[in-house]
């Protein structure tokens, strides 16, 4: 089972600023760069384990500091030296769609679409069904980035397309070109707009992006959660699966976790024989599939869902 | 036809006071529907800086959602004297305290604490009882062979002593989670309170140097709570962040890395055509000119 | 010019065409054909208004189907327009005499298809406000970045050459300013009151058509050839072929060539210009059209045979979905009426008399619409990952009302202008008609 990962990353990197900040016993830098906290200047004092009173930023006050604000060319960007992948396994989905609902509820997805897709997949007539969830690809030589006349979707240095929806024109080539169907519309007023204060919200459920929310008239989809990664956190879907299936991590760190469970990438591959969807088309995916062997549970344990859905 | 007045509003305010009522009550009956749970969670990371997390989240059936403006106080060992923090949850339902200093005496008294979480009047959580520990974490290598060693010591009686049986996890901090240094995914300490764990991550990219951060992880012991220690050593590879895939002209980059095959192809194409286009045009007031 | 009112042989005066030719005013049913094209249009623009304060959630299309009538409304439109290019350019170079009166049909409508084409595609956009990212953002690599620039250049060379041989009629209709109103006459003054006819002038103009007629034919294979990549650029079953090029400039060539028989028989009727658009000129264009409709089949084959002969997984659920499934009867239709019977009938010498030709001529147009539909729609319904978790009207596409509202508004608009041109400006050159039977008349003389 699955611990609650309720210790976010970023309380490794405050004491080494904290360190740094009282004397520099050493000269470590932070190795994520991507983890700056905006300091506040302003010092509370605390006590320490031993009983000693020190000083620590305010801004780490805050369950989670904020980080910097980034501006919309330093956010298509992305971040420097990281490259995200997903490991979806197969073998472990049944259905539950807990990533669905969380991702529905943390990106304010309209009623009826999903960024995330449960598919009940059968090759053949005679091959064996299972649960597929399918997320955006983030690919390499993305196909939807390709047909953006104006430049709003854009594929990042880190790996993640995204898409700035004060700039998309709406004319939805990029659903067209998605051979993964991944692309959802906002047909109509968007929820965060109906609930009124859309800024606020966003930025409460996106975080400090200034990309990436949604617009009435523009495109969304599954966008790796970039708030989160960028905190050092994992993307929604990842941490609300019950089961493990999905696993995020940074291709140069060659680690992907689910929160519980964290694998070398390179070695998960090997040894589970991941694949990617769609190879032959060219598209490169950073998402990768661990087939359905050796399930957890069977197909049918899903098809409660399926039927309980639909109604 | 008559009017069959089964409807047992006449006017429109008595209709509108029904409304509201029923919406009031149906929403005091849906926040009674779910569960508010209050978790606390004790933090010690490398020994120094130590804070309480509280999460508040609310269980609806098998859905969990963060609640937040959720105001606590929360007390070292007895309520209503020794404050520690007054806390209110943010966005995703949790809140932060450290310890303040006036609070050292207390603090230095015991080598046990309760942490007592009220909200308003009430008692949330009353039993969160924490034991002093503290965790090390350190490198050897010899023959080729890396060792990380952790261990735990915790305060009884106001003095240090090895604690055993402690689970945890040692290896490399990874985003988002803890890369295991050895085969197993979890370590326990012996009885002197230590673990070895054999580092067999061969080749790992670390940093531009190849660095690594090691850590050492108690998660959420029911005695100690939550103790990290960390460790930089220089066990990776080092990895050069590469830019070079997304500096190239492709077809899916920006608009300012085009290709250049297809700038030159596109531009000759406009300025070919327009170019024969305004031509025409001058021609045209050419044609203008002659006629005025 | 006196001596071509002395013309023999029965042929007119140039008096007698001027007055033959000069634009009517509406009659009783001219009126009510523009009112009712006003009213349809006026339907289209309430519809807009909807769809601009709902948003598209007022159309049938969905995640699924995203591209929906707009867009084959798009499609068709470049389609008809392409053939300005044909019977202009391509007659005029092919030295084909008959055509002249039909030049300025062919003009006029590409002209009122391609200003519809960006109006529609502009109705179909998300944000439509958000217009100028295009030039503000433009990126070189989309098509869509080609489609609106080749779209805006083709619209500036079908506008030159409309307006070019438009100067020497402009000046006849400038020296009977008695008979015009006063508005017609500050159109032909503004327009063309520099136009004195010297020889200096028609030697600059005559190059410029000619410079013009060799552009437009490049251009011209390039709209319609990015129109087709905005399909053909993607991965989708029916849509991911070489042929697609070919097969949109074939097809655009007959269903424009259609309308030009429409409203060849159209305005010869109405306007009694059986002297000028005679039985020669429909028997001419339906040989062209037997022509075209056979290239077009060619292609049709090629487009569906090919696939169909391998049935890959990911084109066999399309391609059965549109033999024998649920689009087979539009399918079939479009086949049929849009190809097989407008040969057939046009085989026949007796097909390519004008009544019958503007009966085909209404087929091929009408079958070229419900082509386009099947292009676009049947393709979207087949994704490559099945279709799942999603509410049911997801799954299906039909135009909602305000599609159809604004699909058929454009329509009405393209007929619009075409109308309120032919009101003010002669359907048929003035001057070219005469100088020809001038000219046909010296050849009878000297031959005699």
Same mark, same amino acid.
Request: with cysteine.
């Given at each position: 089972?699955?611990?609650?990962?309720?210790?976010?990353?970023?309380?490794?990197?405050?004491?080494?600023?904290?360190?740094?900040?009282?004397?520099?016993?050493?000269?470590?830098?932070?190795?994520?760069?991507?983890?700056?906290?905006?300091?506040?200047?302003?010092?509370?004092?605390?006590?320490?384990?031993?009983?000693?009173?020190?000083?620590?930023?305010?801004?780490?006050?805050?369950?989670?500091?904020?980080?910097?604000?980034?501006?919309?060319?330093?956010?298509?960007?992305?971040?420097?030296?990281?490259?995200?992948?997903?490991?979806?396994? @197969?073998?472990?989905?049944?259905?539950?769609?807990?990533?669905?609902?969380?991702?529905?509820?943390?990106?304010?997805?309209?009623?009826?679409?999903?960024?995330?897709?449960?598919?009940?997949?059968?090759?053949?007539?005679?091959?064996?069904?299972?649960?597929?969830?399918?997320?955006?690809?983030?690919?390499?030589?993305?196909?939807?980035?390709?047909?953006?006349?104006?430049?709003?979707?854009?594929?990042?240095?880190?790996?993640?397309?995204?898409?700035?929806?004060?700039?998309?024109?709406?004319?939805?080539?990029?659903?067209?070109?998605?051979?993964?169907?991944?692309?959802?519309?906002?047909?109509?007023?968007? /929820?965060?707009? !109906?609930?009124?204060?859309?800024?606020?919200?966003?930025?409460?459920? !996106?975080?400090?992006?200034?990309?990436?929310?949604?617009?009435?008239?523009?495109?969304?989809?599954?966008?790796?959660?970039?708030?989160?990664?960028?905190?050092?956190?994992?993307?929604?879907?990842?941490?609300?699966?019950?089961?493990?299936?999905?696993?995020?991590?940074?291709?140069?760190?060659?680690?992907?976790?689910?929160?519980?469970?964290?694998?070398?990438?390179?070695?998960?591959?090997?040894?589970?024989?991941?694949?990617? @969807?769609?190879?032959? /088309?060219?598209?490169?995916?950073?998402?990768?599939?661990?087939?359905?062997?050796?399930?957890?549970?069977?197909?049918?344990?899903?098809?409660?869902?399926?039927?309980?859905?639909?109604? | 036809?008559?009017?069959?007045?089964?409807?047992?509003?006449?006017?429109?305010?008595?209709?509108?006071?029904?409304?509201?009522?029923?919406?009031?009550?149906?929403?005091?009956?849906?926040?009674?529907?779910?569960?508010?749970?209050?978790?606390?969670?004790?933090?010690? !990371?490398?020994?120094?800086?130590?804070?309480?997390?509280?999460?508040?989240?609310?269980?609806?059936?098998?859905?969990?959602?963060?609640?937040?403006?959720?105001?606590?106080?929360?007390?070292?060992?007895?309520?209503?004297?020794?404050?520690?923090?007054?806390?209110?949850?943010?966005?995703?339902?949790?809140?932060?305290?450290?310890?303040?200093?006036?609070?050292?005496?207390?603090?230095?008294?015991?080598?046990?604490?309760?942490?007592?979480?009220?909200?308003?009047?009430?008692?949330? &959580?009353?039993?969160?009882?924490?034991?002093?520990?503290?965790?090390?974490?350190?490198?050897?290598?010899?023959?080729?062979?890396?060792?990380?060693?952790? !261990?735990?010591?915790?305060?009884?009686?106001?003095?240090?002593?090895?604690?055993?049986?402690?689970?945890?996890?040692?290896?490399?901090?990874?985003?988002?989670?803890?890369?295991?240094?050895?085969?197993?995914?979890?370590?326990?300490?012996?009885?002197?309170?230590? /673990?070895?764990?054999?580092?067999?991550?061969?080749?790992?990219?670390?940093?531009?140097?190849?660095?690594?951060?090691?850590?050492?992880?108690?998660?959420?012991?029911? @005695?100690?709570?939550?103790? &990290?220690?960390?460790?930089?050593?220089?066990?990776?590879?080092?990895?050069?962040?590469?830019? %070079?895939?997304?500096?190239?002209?492709?077809?899916?980059?920006?608009?300012?890395?085009?290709?250049?095959?297809?700038?030159?192809?596109?531009?000759?194409?406009?300025?070919?055509?327009?170019?024969?286009?305004?031509?025409?045009?001058?021609?045209?007031?050419?044609?203008?000119?002659?006629?005025? | 010019?006196?001596?071509?009112?002395?013309?023999?042989?029965?042929?007119?005066? %140039?008096?007698?065409?001027?007055?033959?030719?000069?634009?009517?005013?509406?009659?009783?049913?001219?009126?009510?054909?523009?009112?009712?094209?006003?009213?349809?249009?006026?339907?289209?623009?309430?519809?807009?208004?909807?769809?601009?304060?709902?948003?598209?959630?007022?159309?049938?299309?969905?995640?699924?189907?995203?591209?929906?009538?707009?867009?084959?409304?798009?499609?068709?439109?470049?389609?008809?327009?392409?053939?300005?290019?044909?019977?202009?350019?391509?007659?005029?170079?092919?030295?084909?005499?008959?055509?002249?009166?039909?030049?300025?049909?062919?003009?006029?409508?590409?002209?009122?298809?391609?200003?519809?084409?960006?109006?529609?595609?502009?109705?179909?956009?998300?944000?439509?406000?958000?217009?100028?990212?295009?030039?503000?953002?433009?990126?070189?690599?989309?098509?869509?970045?080609?489609?609106?620039?080749?779209?805006?250049? *083709?619209?500036?060379?079908?506008?030159?050459?409309?307006?070019?041989?438009?100067?020497?009629?402009?000046?006849?209709?400038?020296?009977?300013?008695?008979?015009?109103?006063?508005?017609?006459?500050?159109?032909?003054?503004?327009?063309?009151?520099?136009?004195?006819?010297?020889?200096?002038?028609?030697?600059?103009?005559?190059?410029?058509?000619?410079?013009?007629?060799?552009?437009?034919?490049?251009?011209?294979?390039?709209?319609?050839?990015?129109?087709?990549?905005?399909?053909?650029?993607?991965?989708?079953?029916?849509?991911?072929?070489?042929?697609?090029?070919?097969?949109?400039?074939?097809?655009?060539?007959?269903?424009?060539?259609?309308?030009?028989?429409?409203?060849?028989?159209?305005?010869?009727?109405?306007?009694?210009?059986?002297? *000028?658009?005679?039985?020669?000129?429909?028997?001419?264009?339906?040989?062209?059209?037997?022509?075209?409709?056979?290239?077009?089949?060619?292609?049709?084959?090629?487009?569906?045979?090919?696939?169909?002969?391998?049935?890959?997984?990911?084109?066999?659920?399309?391609?059965?979905?549109?033999?024998?499934?649920?689009?087979?009867?539009?399918?079939?239709?479009?086949?049929?009426?849009?190809?097989?019977?407008?040969?057939?009938?046009?085989?026949?010498?007796?097909?390519?008399?004008?009544?019958?030709?503007?009966?085909?001529?209404?087929?091929?147009?009408?079958?070229?619409?419900?082509?386009?539909?099947?292009?676009?729609?049947?393709?979207? /319904?087949?994704?490559?990952?099945?279709?799942?978790?999603?509410?049911?009207?997801?799954?299906?596409?039909?135009?909602?009302?305000?599609?159809?509202?604004?699909?058929?508004?454009?329509?009405?608009?393209?007929?619009?202008?075409?109308?309120?041109?032919?009101?003010?400006?002669?359907?048929?050159?003035?001057?070219?008609?005469?100088?020809?039977?001038?000219?046909?008349?010296?050849?009878?003389?000297?031959?005699?």
């Amino acid at each position: 089972m699955k611990n609650n990962n309720n210790i976010p990353r970023r309380d490794f990197l405050f004491t080494g600023l904290l360190t740094a900040a009282l004397g520099g016993c050493n000269d470590k830098k932070n190795p994520f760069a991507q983890d700056e906290v905006v300091l506040t200047g302003e010092k509370v004092k605390l006590l320490s384990v031993d009983g000693e009173v020190i000083e620590i930023d305010k801004a780490f006050l805050k369950p989670i500091p904020d980080v910097p604000h980034l501006t919309n060319a330093e956010e298509r960007e992305g971040i420097p030296g990281k490259k995200f992948v997903m490991v979806i396994d @197969l073998a472990r989905c049944k259905n539950l769609r807990k990533c669905q609902s969380a991702c529905n509820h943390m990106h304010q997805v309209h009623p009826g679409q999903n960024w995330i897709k449960v598919l009940g997949m059968e090759d053949a007539d005679h091959t064996a069904p299972y649960w597929q969830p399918t997320t955006c690809m983030h690919c390499d030589e993305p196909p939807c980035v390709k047909v953006c006349p104006v430049d709003a979707t854009f594929k990042r240095q880190d790996g993640i397309v995204l898409i700035d929806n004060e700039r998309c024109i709406g004319c939805r080539f990029c659903m067209a070109a998605c051979p993964y169907s991944a692309r959802v519309f906002n047909w109509e007023e968007t /929820l965060m707009a !109906s609930q009124g204060g859309s800024e606020e919200h966003h930025h409460h459920n !996106s975080g400090p992006t200034s990309v990436a929310h949604q617009v009435k008239g523009t495109v969304g989809k599954c966008d790796f959660c970039p708030e989160m990664t960028r905190q050092g956190e994992l993307p929604h879907c990842v941490s609300a699966c019950p089961n493990g299936v999905f696993m995020f991590g940074d291709l140069n760190e060659d680690t992907v976790t689910n929160g519980a469970e964290t694998f070398r990438f390179s070695e998960l591959i090997k040894d589970k024989a991941g694949y990617r @969807l769609m190879e032959d /088309l060219g598209t490169k995916p950073s998402v990768y599939y661990l087939p359905p062997v050796n399930r957890n549970f069977p197909y049918e344990s899903g098809l409660e869902k399926e039927t309980g859905d639909e109604k | 036809m008559k009017k069959l007045n089964i409807f047992p509003f006449q006017n429109r305010p008595t209709l509108l006071l029904f409304v509201f009522a029923v919406s009031l009550l149906t929403r005091q009956l849906a926040a009674q529907e779910g569960k508010k749970i209050v978790k606390l969670h004790y933090v010690n !990371s490398n020994n120094r800086v130590q804070y309480l997390l509280l999460e508040c989240v609310l269980k609806k059936g098998k859905v969990l959602t963060p609640i937040s403006n959720q105001s606590y106080k929360i007390y070292l060992d007895s309520a209503g004297t020794n404050l520690i923090s007054n806390l209110t949850t943010d966005e995703t339902g949790k809140a932060k305290a450290f310890i303040p200093p006036s609070l050292k005496a207390v603090w230095d008294a015991s080598s046990q604490h309760t942490f007592i979480v009220m909200s308003d009047d009430e008692e949330v &959580i009353s039993d969160f009882v924490i034991t002093k520990a503290k965790i090390t974490l350190d490198t050897s290598g010899a023959d080729g062979v890396r060792n990380l060693t952790a !261990s735990v010591m915790k305060m009884e009686n106001n003095k240090w002593i090895p604690a055993a049986d402690v689970e945890m996890k040692v290896g490399v901090q990874r985003l988002g989670g803890i890369l295991s240094a050895g085969e197993e995914d979890n370590y326990t300490t012996d009885s002197s309170g230590t /673990l070895i764990v054999e580092f067999k991550r061969d080749k790992l990219p670390g940093d531009q140097k190849g660095n690594l951060l090691l850590v050492a992880k108690v998660e959420d012991n029911e @005695l100690f709570g939550s103790l &990290i220690a960390e460790k930089k050593a220089l066990w990776g590879v080092a990895t050069k962040v590469d830019t %070079a895939f997304f500096d190239q002209r492709t077809l899916w980059s920006t608009r300012f890395r085009t290709p250049y095959w297809l700038l030159f192809m596109a531009y000759s194409i406009i300025f070919g055509v327009w170019g024969t286009l305004i031509y025409l045009i001058r021609q045209v007031i050419k044609i203008k000119k002659l006629g005025a | 010019m006196s001596n071509l009112s002395t013309l023999t042989n029965g042929r007119r005066s %140039a008096e007698q065409i001027t007055g033959d030719l000069v634009p009517q005013p509406f009659g009783k049913r001219g009126m009510i054909w523009v009112s009712v094209l006003i009213v349809l249009c006026l339907i289209g623009a309430f519809a807009y208004f909807r769809q601009l304060q709902e948003g598209l959630v007022v159309t049938g299309m969905r995640d699924y189907v995203s591209w929906g009538i707009y867009i084959s409304n798009f499609v068709f439109f470049v389609a008809i327009s392409l053939v300005g290019s044909l019977i202009t350019a391509i007659f005029r170079l092919a030295n084909v005499e008959w055509s002249t009166p039909l030049t300025r049909i062919a003009e006029i409508i590409a002209v009122s298809a391609i200003t519809f084409a960006s109006l529609i595609i502009i109705v179909d956009m998300g944000r439509p406000e958000r217009l100028y990212n295009l030039l503000l953002h433009g990126r070189l690599q989309s098509p869509i970045t080609w489609d609106v620039i080749v779209i805006t250049t *083709y619209f500036f060379i079908s506008l030159l050459l409309l307006y070019l041989p438009l100067l020497p009629d402009l000046k006849i209709l400038n020296g009977q300013k008695t008979k015009n109103l006063p508005w017609q006459n500050k159109i032909y003054t503004f327009l063309g009151s520099f136009w004195k006819g010297s020889e200096e002038q028609f030697k600059i103009s005559e190059k410029a058509i000619s410079i013009l007629c060799i552009m437009i034919i490049p251009v011209a294979f390039c709209i319609h050839t990015v129109t087709s990549w905005l399909f053909a650029t993607t991965y989708r079953p029916g849509w991911d072929s070489t042929n697609f090029g070919a097969y949109f400039i074939s097809g655009a060539f007959l269903v424009g060539s259609g309308g030009v028989i429409v409203a060849m028989y159209v305005f010869r009727k109405y306007y009694h210009l059986e002297k *000028y658009i005679t039985e020669l000129h429909f028997e001419k264009m339906g040989r062209i059209a037997v022509m075209l409709s056979l290239i077009y089949l060619y292609f049709n084959v090629n487009e569906y045979l090919v696939p169909a002969f391998k049935m890959k997984k990911s084109e066999a659920a399309h391609l059965e979905e549109l033999f024998t499934g649920e689009f087979s009867l539009m399918f079939w239709f479009a086949i049929l009426v849009g190809m097989i019977i407008p040969i057939f009938v046009m085989l026949f010498k007796a097909g390519r008399k004008p009544f019958p030709m503007f009966i085909v001529g209404m087929m091929i147009v009408v079958g070229a619409w419900f082509k386009r539909y099947l292009i676009v729609t049947p393709t979207l /319904l087949h994704p490559f990952l099945p279709m799942q978790n999603v509410p049911d009207n997801y799954m299906h596409y039909f135009p909602t009302w305000e599609e159809w509202a604004i699909t058929i508004g454009s329509l009405a608009g393209a007929l619009l202008i075409i109308t309120f041109f032919v009101r003010i400006f002669p359907i048929i050159p003035i001057h070219e008609t005469i100088t020809e039977q001038h000219e046909k008349a010296e050849h009878i003389s000297v031959s005699k």
